[in-house]
Structure formats: C-alpha cells, structure tokens
C-alpha cells in the first residue's frame, strides 16, 4: 500500500490551519480518537488554541512560520477557506495536506467555483463575472434585476455582497462594494435553501449525511432543520451532486454544498466549502458520527464512520449576546448547548449554537 493509502495513526499530530470556533470541534473529536493537534493562527486566545496541544500564532503568509509548523505534524487541513492557496501549496512540499491546495483555490474564488460546476453540467443560479461599474451595468442587463453581487473572494455570511434592485446605479453598487474582481448572480425564486455535507477519505470511500434545510436572518445562517422536508427524489439528487463534485476535485475531507430547491424543482448549486460547516452542527447530536469526528477520519485515511441519523435535530445559532443566557437555553432538557470559548460577544458574531433534538419522524414541520 502507498504512503499516501495509509491511515496516521491515533497517537500522531494533525495541523489546523485557522483557530475559529470549526478548528475548535474538530480539536475536540481529534483528541477523543487519541489524536494531537497543533493550530495555525494569527490570533491569540483563539477557540482552537483553548483545546490543542500546541500553538503557532504567525500570520498566513509566513513562510518560515509555515515551515516550522509543518515539520511537527503529520498531516494537515484547515478550517476555513480563506487561507491563501500559495501557503498551503508550499506546505504540501513537506507534509500532507487535505485537502489539497487545488480544491482550496477553487472553493475560495466564485468563478472558478460556478465555472466547475457548470462544466459538471451542475445548474447554478445565472451568472456573469464583473470587474468595473461598466461591466457590472452590462451584466445587469443580461441577468436583470433584482440580482446580488458578490466579491470573488473572502466574503462570508453576508459580507462582501450588495443587492442589486431594478433601480439600483451600477456605478454606486461598484462603489459600495469598494471595487473588484466581482461576479453578479441572478435572483432565484427558491422554494427553500439545503445543504448537503460528504466525506472522502484518500482511499475514495465517501459518506453523505442527510440533506437538511437552512434557513438564514440578515445574511448569516439562523437555523439549520435536519432532516430536510423535501422529496426522496431531490434529496437523493442534492446527494448525487455533492458526491459529483467532491469525486471531481478528488477531495480528501468533507465538502459542504449549499444549494436551492426551485419551486419547479430544479436544485441549483450555490456556495462550496471544503471543511467543516456551520449546516452540519446538527450532526454532533443527531448522527452516529458527527462531521468533525468523520473530518477527522478522512483527513487521517480512517475508515468511514456512520452518517445514520438516530434523533431529527434543529440547529440554532447563537450569535453575540444569546449565548450569555446559556442557564436558560439548559433549562430546555432537549437542548444540547455548544459554547466556542470567545471572549467577546459581538452582535451578529457567532458564539455558539444549540442542538434541539426531537425522536425521529416526530420534528415538527414549518
């Protein structure tokens, strides 16, 4: 069996890039498999760093900072992917990474995103790349209105967008959204918003949780239903098409989707990320294995765990000063509470989330 085929051991150190509240869970599921883990991060008191075993705090593009952390691990993946690519393509040179430099450049640029897909033949709301206020003009008259248009890169719930209405000036949306690269993405009438999350470790075994719905307030994600009230047909679909992708990009980790079910029942693909996702929390109490606990395991090539849903789960986040009533969100014996440790509550900040479960078949609908 080749290197690259064998499992790392319980025992070895995995590397997290990014010290967020994602890094945090998946330190948690990592040690309960006996794993160490060392996290990268420019931020101090970060929530990895409050659960690993040891600490690099230098910022993403120091090169010997880099080398240094990837020298005392055994493997390495990230938990967010606005990570530059170029950093985890030098550090592939040393250590393996999962997954690779090339799933991460595609994932962290929408065009090169929706351009995979559509060349997948996987639907995708309309499209059109912009890069100056003539150009985004232009593109409205293509698409029409209303539309949203988004930053190429680095936006997140909600950030780097601007809503485009069919009296909206271009030039002042352009303006607004502090120049280019940009892509605007045409409206879709969707009948709800889905998610699927799968897993793929180096061996090709590959494991989907179920689809669920998610339902989003001002931009960031609010409440995640698992499982989804749709169609066996569209969720066996929304499957299909996750696993297309990941196979495709010949991804080691999980791939989260997001996408929209029309009112005519299409299934457009929307974002991608490969890592960990907010939609998949649920799974910490809902699912035999959570997605940490299985990015774990695909990331170390172990063996699957089981995606079964043993309770149906409503996920809700916790943002900014929700989380200081934690006495009253325990007072609910069905709540299970997950708290990520930051020191300060921000409004619109994630702070935690909370897992309702309800016994299987029995969540209420609406």
Known sequence: MSDTLKAIPPGSTIGIIGGGQLGRMTAVAASQLGYRVHVFTPEHDSPTEHVADAATIAAYDDQDAIEAFGQTVDVVTFEFENVPAETVRHLEAIVPVRPSWECLAVAQDRIAEKTFCNELGIETAPWKSVESAEELAIAIEEIGAPAILKTTRL???GKGQVRIKPN????????????GPAI????????LEVSVITARNAQGQMKSFDVVENRHKDGILD???????????????ACTIGRQMIEKLDLVGLLAVEMFITKDGHVLVNEMAPRPHNSGHWTQDGCTTSQFEQFVRAVTNLPLGSTVRHSDTVMINLLGEDALKWEE???VPENKLHLYGKAEAKPGRKMGHINHLYPKGSQPKG
């Open 155 to 157: 936006g997140y719930d």
């Open 168 to 179: 909206t000036d271009p030039a002042q949306a352009w303006k607004d959204l502090n120049g």
């Open 184 to 191: 605007l993405e045409g409206f879709v009438d969707f009948e």
């Open 223 to 237: 409440v995640t239903i698992a499982p989804a009230d749709i169609s066996g047909t569209l969720a066996m679909k």
């Open 329 to 331: 969100h325990l007072s």
